[in-house]
Nanobody, 126 residues
């Protein structure tokens, strides 16, 4: 079955960096778009970023644009999220998600994922 396992979450200081990883299995990883969503305690789910199946197209939420970078290694079936210049408002549980389609053409919303991972906690605090 589809399995998504996140890792890399930690406690970091404001301005610091962190890289999250998502190990995928149970499906042809290179054939599907992947992404990251997050949820802070007491808040609604928030979309963070999405990357096309081949890694050539990316989209970011305004709140993280310029600070976060999404990427993937299809040979390792692994998705990454490099987070730089972290802010306290980035504190949340981060989830790796799979989409039921491959490309990003004509898409403006990215909350239609069909699978989530278990999540990894990121806490940004001094």
């Amino acid at each position: 079955e589809v399995q998504l396992v996140e890792s890399g979450g930690d406690l970091v200081q404001p301005g610091g960096s962190l890289r999250l990883s998502c190990a995928a299995s149970g499906f042809r990883f290179a054939a599907y778009a992947m992404g990251w969503v997050r949820q802070a305690t007491g808040k609604d789910l928030e979309w963070v970023s999405t990357v096309s199946s081949g890694g050539g197209m990316t989209r970011y939420a305004d709140a993280v644009k310029g600070r976060f970078t999404i990427s993937r290694d299809n040979g390792k079936s692994t998705l990454y999220l490099q987070m730089d210049t972290l802010k306290p408002e980035d504190t949340a549980t981060y989830y790796c998600v799979k989409y039921p389609w491959a490309g990003l053409a004509s898409r403006t919303t990215f909350l239609d994922s069909d699978y989530w991972g278990q999540g990894t906690q990121v806490t940004v605090s001094s």
